[in-house]
């Protein structure tokens, strides 16, 4: 399987505060995702990216969210000012074109406190 | 976007009994994806349908896409503790993108 990482593992900002998590490295798809998966609910899709620009974002993904291809490989998500409610498990995904699969990342869990 | 919903929720089964975890859509679907993600972990892909009435199978696993394209079942015979996880479906939300169902959470006593 593809391999798709993500860091850090594990982050733990103060409310307020703005996170940047990562997905590296990427090669080889078209397609890169963002998506939330808060404890114990479902797979929510934030945003998809699509050569070098947003293709599609989701309710979810406000103005608190970016995403950024700094250097070609790295996939990076950032949320500003944090809220308590922006704690969950941040999964990076790739494809390649078309329905076919996705590949996922290990996540990154986000604690806010 | 369109919808996809799935149940049950939760499943508890005896290890060995069989599973069934269901998804539905208001609308056609062009394709539906399953994912399973192991407690801890992430989605992993498991198969994808994409004809009318379309059965595949892997080991113990049956998937089926319905005639009108608008459900899809995935079926677990004998269950073992290492099919303990929660299965999702995956329908698309536009040309690229799929939108997840709620996912079916199963757990299997020894």
């Known amino acids: 399987e593809p391999e798709v990482t993500q860091t850090p593992s594990h982050q733990v900002t103060q409310m307020g505060q703005e996170v940047i998590l990562r997905c590296v490295p990427i090669s080889n798809h078209l397609y890169f995702y963002w998506y939330r998966q808060i404890l114990g609910q479902k797979v929510e899709f934030l945003v998809s990216f699509y050569n070098n620009e947003i293709s599609e974002k989701s309710e979810i993904f406000d103005d608190q969210f970016s995403v950024e291809r700094p250097d070609g490989s790295n996939f990076t998500l950032k949320i500003r000012s944090t809220k308590l409610e922006d704690s969950a498990m941040y999964f990076c995904?790739?494809?390649?074109?078309?329905?076919?699969?996705?590949?996922f990342g290990p996540g990154t869990r986000l604690t806010v406190t | 976007g369109q919808q996809v919903m799935q149940i049950p929720q939760y499943q508890h089964v005896q290890e060995g009994e069989d599973f069934t975890t269901y998804c539905n859509s208001s609308t056609t679907l062009s394709n539906i994806q399953w994912y399973k993600q192991r407690p801890g972990g992430h989605p992993v892909f498991l198969i994808q349908l994409v004809k009318s009435g379309e059965v595949k199978k892997q080991k113990r696993l049956t998937f089926q896409f319905g005639e009108a394209k608008k459900n899809s079942s995935l079926h677990i015979t004998a269950t073992q503790t290492t099919d303990v996880g929660t299965y999702f479906c995956?329908?698309?939300?536009?040309?690229?993108?799929?939108?997840f169902g709620a996912g079916t959470r199963l757990t299997v006593k020894p």
């Open positions: 995956a329908g698309p939300r536009n040309n690229n993108d799929m939108r």
């Open positions: 995904a790739k494809k390649a074109g078309g329905m076919s699969e996705q590949y």
